[in-house]
């Protein structure tokens, strides 16, 4: 159970797109960098036909994308 107001986020994870709600960071975004982890800095790249519904602080974006996004083709 989460101690804040937040609704429940997904973290997104390298080259799987996702549905719902879920965070990432800029700098996970321009660099490929995840908990640690160093991926190719287009991991990420699946994310430019969707716009942050949210910004949270200066460096992390909110995004929501419904099932019928991620199915449609590119």
């Known amino acids: 159970m989460?101690?804040?107001d937040m609704p429940w986020?997904?973290?997104a994870q390298p080259f799987k797109p996702?549905?719902?709600?879920?965070?990432?960071?800029?700098?996970?975004?321009?660099m490929g960098d995840l908990f640690h982890q160093k991926?190719?800095?287009n991991?990420?790249?699946w994310l430019k036909r969707y716009k942050?519904?949210?910004?949270?602080g200066e460096t992390i974006?909110?995004?929501?994308?419904s099932?019928?996004?991620?199915?449609?083709?590119d």
């Open 2 to 4: 989460s101690k804040t």
């Open 9 to 11: 986020l997904d973290v």
């Open 18 to 30: 996702v549905t719902d709600s879920f965070a990432i960071s800029l700098r996970s975004l321009r």
């Open 39 to 41: 991926y190719p800095q």
């Open 43 to 45: 991991v990420f790249d």
């Open 52 to 56: 942050p519904v949210e910004r949270v």
């Open 61 to 65: 974006l909110v995004y929501n994308i």
């Open 67 to 73: 099932d019928a996004e991620t199915a449609r083709p």
